[in-house]
């Protein structure tokens, strides 16, 4: 179940769970809804007019009975598609309400698992990864806590060693507050990430002029959030919708004005980056190429056909019947509710604030209970009903118009590139000579370790910039991070040698040796020593070759630009050229090459070529744990 899981299934969903603090005695279902309404009450006052692009928040209640063995939650899944901000927008509105109902522990995940952390990548302690982090990871009173692993296992803690039930966790997390807060260093990329989001919604938005039949016109004054599903209604449009397009009997263009429309910047580039070429029968007339009118015509006419689909689809589903909300007890419960905590402040019933507000509240709850398919799109029909398309005011109105929004954004160049990544991660102002000094012992030092099966582990600087936790004391001979369970066993390995070589020669000198079988007398014997003596005159051939071989490589090299690496050691040169030496004064006399200039060089140009993008250098490059602004220093001193 989700409830269990590190992360959800789909790449563009995110799940939450909101757990209040319900007793066990009284009615849960009631104390579950009454919850939900004050969540929605508080989200909507919190996001009025933001554009979602796809789903907005939606909350079931899970009662006990429903929950298994989870405590009674309100559960809900959202999926944002390609506009990653409505995800942390959601992460803003749940810590807030958190603040507000300081009794509610909260849990959200996504594709990546506890996401939240992603930020705190690099200072996260080393138990932390997406299989040890299930259910631990939370929002409480608008902090992130963690529940750390024990570390060690003969800690006295009640934090637990294992994955502990949601049961469990959420019982922790609201009575041990003290010992499940994340250090500060966690806490506030998160915060910054989060006010990133907020501060960034008025520039993530673009209005410009449409021209529009004067029925869409009127929607989007008075519900500017139906542009979402407008646009999703006519990117996603098929082949079978074609003769409902070319008629466009809810919205003829006939009818057409220009009005100003905001968008996300995103459904903006959806919309303008969809070819659609219109049936000339149906009435649409576009201007020419280059005339400045182009732009805002095209999508005023795709919009037209995104709310025609709309307006088609809600149609075909009221000849059916298949649900009414009108008839749903749960429904009306949840209206009656709403009005009793005065939700709709007061509006005349049928009045355009009013239906705008009930608009909302069965937007939420149509997700809430789950209806799929078409009653859970925007019910155009009966929205059109409440507002009045004004054709002669909006003629009046398209002088005082504002002007388009700049859409230069939609083209990035190179050199703008180069310039939000050096915003992003300081890739100026750095000394060349300075970073390519810093980079040369890192890489040489890290091509000389060894790894096992799980990788390579962190250095001890790395390990002790990891050293977050406070719920154990500090110790003075203890350097690793005191949150893992496997630190005393980690400090033990690092003050034992092992050199794989050697054992597997003396292995291997082991299982080269071999007893006679049967027969030990005399005659068996001598035939034994005779064929020692022959494997040894073969073994003597084998090795008079290979040095002869071995020869004959070190003559081609020497016409290559492979010594060139191996600057600072003239003995290596001095060891190759000469001729007729043994074969152990070679292993005596070798020297390993040094990286010098030309490694690196080729490491960098590697790095240049992948763009900003994963690849060998870069993982090679990050594992020396090397700032950025250092390898783009470098990589300008080369070039």
Not at 434 to 462: C, M, V
Not at 498 to 513: C, E, K, R
């Amino acid at each position: 179940m989700a409830q269990t899981s590190s992360h959800v299934d789909s790449e563009d969903t995110v799940e939450y769970w909101l757990f209040p603090n319900i007793s066990e005695d009284g009615d849960q279902l009631q104390e579950l809804e009454a919850f939900r309404t004050r969540c929605f009450t508080f989200i909507q006052d919190q996001s009025q007019n933001y554009i979602w692009h796809e789903d907005s928040i939606n909350l079931k209640v899970v009662t006990k009975r429903t929950a298994g063995d989870n405590p009674p939650h309100l559960y809900g899944k959202t999926r944002y598609g390609c506009n990653v901000e409505d995800e942390w927008f959601i992460v803003h509105l749940f810590r807030s309400f958190s603040v507000t109902e300081n009794d509610v522990v909260i849990r959200i995940v996504d594709s990546d698992g506890d996401f939240l952390l992603v930020e705190a990548a690099d200072i996260l302690p080393r138990w932390a990864n997406p299989e040890s982090c299930i259910n631990r990871v939370f929002i409480h009173v608008g902090q992130v806590h963690m529940i750390s692993i024990a570390d060690r296992p003969s800690s006295i803690t009640p934090l637990p060693s294992g994955q502990p039930s949601l049961m469990d966790a959420v019982h922790i997390v609201r009575s041990m507050p003290h010992l499940t807060i994340a250090p500060s260093p966690i806490q506030e990329p998160i915060r910054q990430r989060i006010e990133k989001c907020v501060s960034q919604i008025d520039s993530s938005l673009h209005r410009c002029n449409v021209f529009v039949p004067a029925s869409v016109a009127a929607l989007l004054q008075s519900y500017p959030t139906l542009v979402a599903p407008a646009v999703h209604a006519f990117c996603q449009r098929d082949a079978s919708q074609l003769q409902v397009i070319r008629a466009m009997r809810f919205f003829p263009p006939e009818t057409r004005v220009w009005t100003s429309v905001t968008f996300t910047k995103c459904l903006y580039a959806m919309l303008v980056h969809r070819n659609y070429q219109p049936d000339h029968r149906t009435g649409w007339t576009l201007p020419p190429n280059g005339d400045p009118k182009r732009t805002g015509s095209e999508l005023g006419m795709k919009l037209a056909v995104g709310f025609e689909l709309l307006a088609n689809e809600e149609s075909l589903h009221q000849q059916g019947g298949d649900y009414s909300l009108e008839m749903d007890s749960r429904w009306n419960r949840f209206l009656n509710t709403l009005k009793e905590k005065g939700f709709f402040q007061d509006f005349l019933e049928s009045s355009q604030p009013y239906n705008e507000l009930l608009e909302k509240a069965r937007e939420f709850y149509m997700n809430s209970v789950g209806v799929e398919g078409p009653a859970k799109k925007p019910v155009i029909l009966r929205l059109m009903q409440s507002v009045f398309a004004d054709i002669e005011k909006f003629k009046k109105e398209e002088a005082h118009l504002p002007a388009d929004d700049d859409d230069s954004w939609l083209s990035v160049d190179p050199a703008t590139l180069d310039q939000i990544l050096g915003d992003k991660f300081g890739l100026l102002g750095v000394d060349d000579d300075e970073a390519k000094a810093e980079i040369l012992p890192k890489l040489e030092t890290f091509l000389h370790r060894k790894s096992d099966y799980e990788g390579l582990t962190p250095s001890s600087g790395r390990k002790k910039s990891r050293k977050l936790s406070h719920l154990a004391p500090p110790s003075a001979s203890r350097k690793t991070s005191t949150l893992s369970n496997t630190s005393d066993v980690s400090q033990l390995s690092n003050h034992i040698g092992f050199d794989p070589d050697s054992f597997a020669s003396a292995m291997q000198g082991i299982l080269d040796f071999a007893l006679p079988e049967d027969n030990w007398d005399l005659e068996s014997n001598s035939s034994s020593l005779s064929s020692y003596s022959e494997e040894e005159e073969g073994e003597e051939l084998v090795d008079k070759e290979m040095n002869n071989y071995m020869q004959t490589m070190d003559q081609e090299l020497l016409s290559t630009d492979v010594l060139r690496t191996s600057v600072d050691n003239p003995t290596r040169k001095e060891s190759v050229m000469s001729e007729g030496c043994e074969s152990f004064s070679d292993v005596e006399n070798f020297q390993p090459v040094k990286i010098d200039s030309a490694a690196l060089e080729s490491l960098l140009a590697s790095y240049t070529m992948q763009r900003g993008g994963p690849g060998p250098a870069s993982i090679l490059l990050n594992q020396l744990n090397l700032p950025r602004s250092q390898i783009s220093a470098s990589k300008k001193q080369t070039d």
